[in-house]
């Protein structure tokens, strides 16, 4: 198979649905790889640089999934190949703008766009990618347009969000999850519900499938954040504890500071967040800092807390008759945090 079926419909355990939607994830990459060419050689080498760097393709292959729940003869239509394509182009755009603001030297394996053209040229082949996929939404109609629109505007909140932080009155836990929700689990949301709108679904069943796509977002990003700390640099492609380094507080750091707060004698806790909040930039203090982390039990909690996002987004999906396509999503659900094993 080519690097495009590599992630994988075949883990979902249901074959036949992945002979049906095979030929139309090789249609997606086809028009992916049209819609991220055009212009001048040099340009065309910036916008196609994450694209051919590859990818597991995730969105789309959600996209088609979904659209399994409607019409046999509209799943794989024209109309469903160019909502999943543009759901990997907002996602591509997405990732040119996250390095840049994250100042992320890798990205998919290879040196992220802004190290190599700088942030400029990043941030406006982002803004290229976005205008593609806008192209590709608006042959699907104003509502279309107008839902693709929103997801944007959430991922851009999201990110907003994230850099402001959380409101003193808010709870940062709370505010982080739907920091989650908003730059993650928005674009699954679109993507489940434009694979059910246009494959004919109906509906009631493309927003059921929406607050899926939403649910499994956000339990995918607090599986990364126990990945973050957990794996091993070969494993996750970083070093552990890079966020650490960053000064991010993600959902670990964020429930330890929650328990300490709770629990005043968690001598253990408040060290490791003294350890945080001091100097990371020896490898040494670091390595300890994130050892410490995985023998806490916050790390065993976020593990708990992405499991029960799974299972609520597959919950959801109780309101679905018995299907193959509703045996693969519930499969891609538990894909997404089954990581953490």
Same mark, same amino acid.
């Given at each position: 198979?080519?690097?495009?079926?590599?992630?994988?419909? +075949?883990? +979902?355990?249901?074959?036949?649905?992945?002979?049906?939607?095979?030929?139309?994830?090789?249609? *997606?990459?086809?028009?992916?790889?049209?819609?991220? @060419?055009?212009?001048?050689?040099?340009?065309?080498?910036?916008? @196609?640089?994450?694209?051919?760097?590859?990818?597991?393709?995730?969105?789309?292959?959600?996209?088609?999934?979904?659209?399994?729940?409607?019409?046999?003869?509209? &799943? =794989?239509?024209?109309?469903?190949?160019?909502?999943?394509? &543009?759901?990997?182009?907002?996602? %591509?755009?997405?990732?040119? #703008?996250?390095?840049?603001?994250?100042?992320?030297?890798?990205?998919?394996? *290879?040196?992220?766009?802004?190290?190599?053209?700088?942030?400029?040229?990043?941030?406006?082949?982002?803004?290229?990618?976005?205008? @593609? &996929?806008?192209?590709?939404?608006?042959?699907?109609?104003?509502?279309?347009?107008? #839902? #693709?629109? $929103?997801?944007?505007?959430?991922?851009?909140?999201?990110? %907003?969000?994230?850099?402001?932080?959380?409101?003193?009155?808010?709870?940062?836990?709370?505010?982080?999850?739907?920091?989650?929700?908003? !730059?993650?689990?928005? +674009?699954?949301?679109?993507?489940?519900?434009?694979?059910?709108?246009?494959?004919?679904?109906?509906?009631? *069943?493309?927003?059921? /499938?929406? =607050?899926?796509?939403?649910?499994?977002?956000?339990?995918?990003?607090?599986?990364?954040? /126990?990945?973050?700390?957990?794996? =091993?640099?070969?494993?996750?492609?970083?070093?552990?504890?890079?966020?650490?380094?960053?000064?991010?507080?993600?959902?670990?750091?964020?429930?330890?500071?929650?328990?300490?707060?709770?629990?005043?004698?968690?001598?253990?806790?408040?060290?490791?967040?003294?350890?945080?909040?001091?100097?990371?930039?020896?490898?040494?203090? %670091?390595?300890?800092?994130?050892?410490?982390?995985?023998?806490?039990?916050?790390?065993?909690?976020?593990?708990?807390?992405?499991?029960?996002?799974?299972?609520?987004?597959?919950?959801?999906?109780?309101?679905? $008759?018995?299907?193959?396509? !509703?045996? &693969? +999503?519930?499969?891609?659900?538990?894909?997404?945090?089954?990581?953490?094993?």
């Amino acid at each position: 198979m080519t690097a495009v079926n590599s992630y994988s419909v +075949l883990d +979902l355990d249901v074959p036949a649905l992945e002979a049906r939607i095979t030929p139309a994830l090789e249609s *997606v990459e086809e028009l992916l790889n049209d819609a991220v @060419r055009g212009g001048r050689d040099l340009v065309e080498e910036l916008t @196609r640089h994450l694209s051919v760097a590859g990818g597991k393709r995730i969105r789309p292959a959600l996209t088609l999934v979904c659209a399994q729940l409607g019409d046999p003869e509209r &799943a =794989t239509s024209e109309r469903v190949i160019s909502a999943a394509t &543009a759901m990997e182009l907002t996602h %591509l755009a997405s990732l040119y #703008h996250d390095d840049v603001m994250d100042s992320a030297p890798t990205r998919r394996g *290879v040196t992220s766009a802004q190290h190599m053209w700088g942030n400029n040229r990043a941030i406006l082949a982002g803004d290229v990618l976005f205008a @593609r &996929a806008s192209r590709l939404i608006a042959s699907l109609g104003p509502e279309s347009v107008a #839902h #693709h629109s $929103d997801t944007f505007e959430r991922l851009c909140m999201g990110q %907003l969000n994230e850099t402001f932080g959380p409101p003193e009155d808010a709870d940062p836990v709370e505010f982080y999850l739907q920091v989650l929700a908003d !730059k993650t689990g928005s +674009l699954l949301s679109a993507s489940a519900f434009f694979g059910a709108f246009h494959g004919g679904a109906g509906r009631e *069943v493309a927003d059921l /499938v929406a =607050t899926y796509g939403e649910k499994v977002g956000v339990a995918f990003q607090i599986a990364d954040d /126990v990945l973050d700390l957990a794996s =091993t640099g070969e494993t996750s492609g970083k070093t552990p504890g890079t966020d650490l380094r960053e000064g991010v507080d993600t959902l670990p750091v964020l429930l330890l500071r929650r328990h300490v707060a709770h629990n005043g004698d968690d001598a253990a806790g408040q060290e490791i967040l003294d350890a945080i909040d001091g100097d990371l930039s020896s490898d040494g203090v %670091l390595a300890d800092v994130v050892d410490k982390l995985r023998h806490h039990q916050v790390l065993q909690e976020t593990r708990d807390l992405a499991e029960k996002w799974c299972d609520d987004a597959v919950a959801v999906l109780d309101a679905l $008759d018995d299907s193959e396509p !509703k045996q &693969a +999503l519930t499969a891609f659900a538990h894909l997404m945090v089954n990581r953490l094993s």
